[in-house]
């Protein structure tokens, strides 16, 4: 995002530029929130009002001896009463060039462009002389002062020198009121401050304290790099509708401070860009954050040499020291390098107090700290996206570090790419997300170190890269901070102490968890896989107990087959874990069978039974037919001679919905059932159907012919399965008895009998299945 600065329309005049961003807000693209950063509302100052100091009569002289302070101080109400010009009042306060002007307090007045032209230096008188001078609002008076004005303004590419060093050796109530450099207090409006440079205040540098609002402060330089212990903050910003840009800052603390000590003074629609910082602790919210701070966006900005890069950092009401916890939410910061942090890039913490510089603060000290009942810091909503940092000696990459009674919530981490001695710690937070992050700890040391946390690290893409997590081994399943919840989306994590885990959730998609010891899944533990194409897996070195809740969702690629859940490398108890939410429409059955494996089958859920089966039994054939199932690609048809089962004898494929069965015997009863199959499954069996193959009931005779020695029977071919019969009773016998079935007879329809003269009479008949008549 490129921000322009163009004087068109401002009410400029040539030589000189009042800009403004050619912006509407910094919007927050990555998530859901959107935050918009206010647009300051410049200063409308006459400009054809100029008054230089050193001209009569105010007499200014810059050799850096002399006392301007009433000259200066003369020139600043002369402008303020300046004449109306198209509707714009007062005027320019100008020192020139080729001068150190020696000055006490100043009170900048409505309306007035104190401006510092190249080559001058307004400096403070020193500590000798100002602890003598009529204070403002403090011990000791302020340099330029102003309370409750509007379109104020300082310019000018000139230097403002705080003469600090005396204030930085002194001791007692003398250090502790020391005076500011430049300090807005009350409700100021429409307050520009550019170009100049700032250096070695006794205190801060550029103070905002009270409503202010509309405040713009570009293109200065703060450069103050010997006062490191002496709270020399480059800017502190309590206000609404603020833009800092194009600034570098050294400072002795803070770079940027936002938040104050009063609840009344919120700090609201912020932009920082485009700033390059040194020396300092970083752009910082708090330590007061009792003045809530939100919709603030840092983007464009490099941090070298910096104790901090990004710093949140307040405490509880009642802990003591500095720090009154309140609210600070809607943060954003895109597009930061920071090269060479000393103590830590990335802070969010609660703690402030107790541990000013959070390096070193274990998962065991964040578990030792008391509950407080009193106003405590929210930390909420934040966007940190395209930072990239590296950290020296002993400093943090980063550390997330909320209240036990009130967690850090909501924090996204999107392309951060952190290097440092230490491991990040998320302590006391939820919802805390690493998008495409690399954590680069050093060899042998994990990424994370985790607390009562809500972790996700996901990747836009499946990576090999590993993400190594750690934290407190002593938590209690089932106690209210037992364990931490952790997801893994397209991403590879490796855990040293599983008892980090506790009852979870642990959720896993397209990602493999390897546990470096024993698991043991409670009662409580819940496991959310997202199973498909990409396998979902926790790997565990040694033992496993199963046991917990699995909860399922259908990722790409999701469909019937097996998924190895769960490996492990020495043993396997307990019971495979029970479904919860589970996709609908399949079958799920775990199998532990696979030495090393605990898998789940999920199988795609059988068809409807095939209905209304019917069989129709003809001369040795049965017709069959049944009604089409929805979704079925074919058919299985079974048959038996026991009513009931089982059904030795298989159809399988059929594609049609009808079958003629000739592969059977005139007179036997048949057994049908048929089942459909759907993309590999087969549905339960249909209701039984019977039949009988039976030939033509119609009477027939036997035909009859000589051949040789031997006596040719025949009959009708639709008769097969008619049994022939033979007797030999005399004439006399009668020929009611004696019939003796031809052997085979019923599976043929021609028999061939020898003819022997020296035989008496022989009688033939066919008998029609089921004992019908001849």
Same mark, same amino acid.
């Given at each position: 995002?490129?921000?322009?600065?163009?004087?068109?329309?401002?009410?400029?005049?040539?030589?000189?530029?009042r800009c403004a961003p050619a912006w509407?807000?910094?919007?927050?693209?990555?998530?859901?929130?959107?935050?918009?950063?206010?647009?300051?509302?410049?200063?409308?100052?006459?400009?054809?009002?100029i008054i230089t100091v050193t001209d009569?009569?105010?007499?200014?002289?810059?050799?850096?001896?002399?006392?301007?302070?009433?000259?200066?101080?003369?020139?600043?109400?002369?402008?303020?009463?300046?004449?109306?010009? %198209?509707?714009?009042?007062?005027?320019?306060?100008?020192?020139?060039?080729?001068?150190?002007?020696?000055?006490?307090?100043?009170?900048?007045?409505? %309306?007035?462009?104190?401006?510092?032209?190249?080559?001058?230096?307004?400096?403070?008188?020193?500590?000798?002389?100002?602890?003598?001078?009529?204070?403002?609002?403090?011990?000791?008076?302020? =340099?330029?002062?102003?309370?409750?004005?509007?379109?104020?303004?300082?310019?000018?590419?000139?230097?403002?020198?705080?003469?600090?060093?005396?204030?930085?050796?002194?001791?007692?109530?003398?250090?502790?009121?020391?005076?500011?450099?430049?300090?807005?207090?009350?409700?100021?409006?429409?307050?520009?401050?550019?170009?100049?440079?700032?250096?070695?205040?006794?205190?801060?540098?550029?103070?905002?304290?009270?409503?202010?609002?509309?405040?713009?402060?570009?293109?200065?330089?703060?450069?103050?790099?010997?006062?490191?212990?002496?709270?020399?903050?480059?800017?502190?910003?309590?206000?609404? %509708?603020?833009?800092?840009?194009?600034?570098?800052?050294?400072?002795?603390?803070?770079?940027?401070?936002?938040?104050?000590?009063?609840?009344?003074?919120?700090?609201?629609?912020?932009?920082?860009?485009?700033?390059?910082?040194? +020396?300092?602790?970083? +752009?910082?919210?708090?330590?007061?954050?009792?003045?809530? /701070?939100?919709?603030?966006?840092?983007?464009?900005?490099?941090?070298?040499?910096?104790?901090?890069?990004?710093?949140?950092?307040?405490?509880?009401?009642?802990?003591?020291?500095?720090?009154?916890?309140?609210?600070?939410?809607?943060?954003?910061?895109?597009?930061?390098?920071?090269?060479?942090?000393?103590?830590?890039?990335?802070?969010?913490?609660?703690?402030?107090?107790?541990?000013?510089?959070?390096?070193?603060?274990?998962?065991?000290?964040?578990?030792?700290?008391?509950?407080?009942?009193?106003?405590?810091?929210?930390?909420?909503?934040?966007?940190?996206?395209?930072?990239?940092?590296?950290?020296?000696?002993?400093?943090?990459?980063?550390?997330?570090?909320?209240?036990?009674?009130?967690?850090?919530?909501?924090?996204?981490?999107?392309?951060?790419?952190?290097?440092?001695?230490?491991?990040?710690? /998320?302590?006391?937070?939820?919802?805390?997300?690493?998008?495409?992050c690399q954590i680069k700890p050093p060899?042998?040391?994990?990424?994370?170190? !985790?607390?009562?946390?809500?972790?996700?690290?996901?990747?836009?893409?499946?990576?090999?890269?590993?993400?190594?997590?750690?934290?407190?081994?002593?938590? /209690?399943?089932?106690?209210? =901070?037992?364990?931490?919840?952790?997801?893994?989306?397209?991403?590879?994590?490796?855990?040293?102490?599983?008892?980090?885990?506790?009852?979870?959730? =642990?959720?896993?998609?397209?990602?493999? !968890?390897?546990?470096?010891?024993?698991?043991?899944?409670?009662?409580?533990?819940? =496991?959310?896989?997202?199973?498909?194409?990409?396998?979902?897996?926790?790997? +565990?070195?040694?033992?496993?107990?199963?046991?917990?809740?699995?909860?399922?969702?259908?990722?790409?690629?999701?469909?019937?087959?097996?998924?190895?859940?769960?490996?492990?490398?020495?043993?396997?108890?307990?019971?495979?874990?029970?479904?919860?939410?589970?996709?609908?429409?399949?079958?799920?059955?775990?199998?532990?069978?696979?030495?090393?494996?605990?898998?789940?089958?999920?199988?795609?859920?059988?068809?409807?039974?095939?209905?209304?089966?019917?069989?129709?039994?003809?001369?040795?054939?049965?017709?069959?037919?049944?009604?089409?199932?929805?979704?079925?690609?074919?058919? %299985?048809?079974?048959?038996?001679?026991?009513?009931?089962?089982?059904?030795?004898?298989?159809?399988?494929? !059929? +594609?049609?919905?009808?079958?003629?069965?000739?592969?059977?015997?005139?007179?036997?009863?048949?057994?049908?059932?048929?089942?459909?199959?759907?993309?590999?499954?087969?549905?339960?069996?249909?209701?039984?159907?019977?039949?009988?193959?039976?030939?033509?009931?119609?009477?027939?005779?036997?035909?009859?012919?000589?051949?040789?020695?031997?006596?040719?029977?025949?009959?009708?071919?639709?008769?097969?399965?008619?049994?022939?019969?033979?007797?030999?009773?005399?004439?006399?016998?009668?020929?009611?008895?004696?019939?003796?079935?031809?052997?085979?007879?019923? !599976?043929?329809?021609?028999?061939?009998?020898?003819?022997?003269?020296?035989?008496?009479?022989?009688?033939?008949?066919?008998?029609?299945?089921?004992?019908?008549?001849?």
């Open positions: 995002m490129d921000f322009q600065c163009c004087s068109k329309n401002l009410g400029v005049r040539p030589g000189r530029s509407l807000g910094a919007v927050l693209f990555w998530g859901s929130t959107v935050v918009m950063a206010g647009v300051p509302n410049l200063p409308n100052i006459n400009t054809n009002n009569a009569p105010y007499g200014a002289v810059g050799n850096g001896s002399t006392d301007n302070t009433l000259a200066i101080s003369n020139a600043i109400a002369a402008a303020a009463a300046g004449g109306n010009t %198209n509707g714009l009042y007062g005027g320019t306060v100008r020192i020139p060039a080729s001068g150190t002007y020696l000055c006490g307090p100043l009170s900048l007045k409505n %309306n007035v462009d104190l401006q510092i032209d190249a080559g001058a230096t307004l400096q403070m008188q020193p500590l000798s002389v100002w602890t003598g001078l009529p204070a403002q609002n403090q011990t000791y008076g302020n =340099l330029i002062y102003a309370a409750n004005g509007t379109n104020l303004e300082i310019s000018g590419s000139g230097t403002i020198d705080g003469n600090g060093a005396a204030w930085w050796a002194s001791s007692g109530s003398t250090y502790n009121n020391r005076p500011y450099m430049i300090f807005f207090n009350g409700n100021c409006g429409r307050v520009l401050i550019q170009n100049v440079t700032i250096q070695n205040p006794p205190k801060m540098h550029i103070v905002f304290k009270g409503s202010d609002n509309n405040l713009t402060i570009q293109g200065i330089t703060i450069n103050t790099t010997a006062a490191k212990a002496a709270n020399t903050d480059g800017i502190d910003l309590v206000g609404t %509708n603020c833009l800092v840009q194009n600034c570098i800052i050294n400072a002795g603390d803070d770079n940027i401070a936002l938040g104050s000590s009063s609840s009344s003074a919120i700090s609201k629609d912020i932009l920082i860009t485009n700033c390059a910082f040194g +020396v300092g602790h970083g +752009v910082s919210i708090g330590s007061n954050t009792a003045g809530a /701070v939100s919709n603030l966006t840092v983007i464009n900005c490099s941090f070298t040499g910096t104790d901090y890069g990004i710093r949140m950092k307040s405490d509880d009401s009642t802990s003591g020291g500095n720090g009154q916890g309140g609210l600070a939410q809607n943060l954003s910061y895109f597009n930061l390098s920071m090269t060479n942090i000393v103590d830590g890039a990335i802070v969010i913490y609660s703690y402030y107090n107790e541990y000013g510089t959070p390096t070193g603060i274990t998962p065991f000290v964040a578990s030792t700290q008391a509950v407080d009942s009193t106003t405590v810091p929210v930390w909420r909503n934040i966007t940190i996206s395209n930072v990239t940092a590296t950290v020296t000696g002993g400093g943090v990459p980063g550390i997330i570090w909320g209240r036990l009674e009130v967690p850090v919530t909501n924090i996204v981490l999107d392309r951060v790419n952190l290097s440092g001695p230490q491991p990040f710690a /998320v302590y006391n937070a939820s919802g805390v997300q690493f998008v495409d060899p042998g040391d994990s990424a994370l170190l !985790l607390f009562n946390a809500q972790v996700t690290v996901s990747n836009s893409v499946p990576t090999n890269t590993l993400f190594t997590l750690d934290g407190l081994t002593t938590n /209690v399943p089932g106690s209210v =901070l037992a364990g931490n919840t952790l997801a893994l989306y397209n991403a590879q994590g490796a855990l040293k102490n599983t008892n980090v885990l506790g009852a979870g959730p =642990l959720t896993l998609g397209a990602s493999t !968890l390897t546990i470096s010891n024993d698991l043991t899944l409670f009662p409580s533990t819940v =496991l959310n896989y997202d199973l498909g194409t990409n396998s979902a897996l926790v790997a +565990v070195t040694g033992n496993l107990a199963l046991g917990g809740t699995l909860n399922l969702d259908a990722g790409a690629g999701f469909t019937n087959g097996t998924f190895t859940l769960l490996t492990y490398g020495a043993g396997l108890t307990g019971a495979p874990p029970a479904l919860g939410a589970i996709p609908a429409g399949y079958h799920y059955a775990f199998d532990t069978n696979s030495p090393g494996q605990v898998n789940l089958v999920v199988s795609l859920p059988a068809p409807a039974a095939p209905t209304n089966l019917m069989a129709a039994g003809t001369n040795l054939q049965i017709n069959l037919n049944w009604n089409a199932v929805a979704g079925a690609g074919s058919y %299985n048809l079974k048959r038996g001679t026991i009513s009931g089962g089982p059904y030795p004898a298989v159809f399988s494929g !059929l +594609v049609a919905t009808n079958y003629s069965d000739a592969a059977v015997t005139n007179a036997v009863a048949y057994y049908y059932v048929v089942t459909a199959v759907a993309s590999g499954v087969e549905s339960t069996n249909s209701l039984q159907a019977v039949a009988v193959p039976l030939p033509s009931s119609a009477p027939t005779k036997l035909a009859t012919q000589i051949n040789g020695s031997q006596l040719q029977l025949s009959w009708p071919a639709d008769h097969l399965g008619w049994t022939l019969q033979i007797q030999t009773n005399a004439l006399g016998s009668g020929l009611g008895t004696n019939w003796a079935p031809f052997p085979n007879s019923q !599976l043929t329809n021609q028999i061939g009998l020898p003819m022997n003269p020296a035989n008496g009479s022989v009688f033939l008949r066919l008998i029609l299945p089921g004992g019908g008549a001849p």
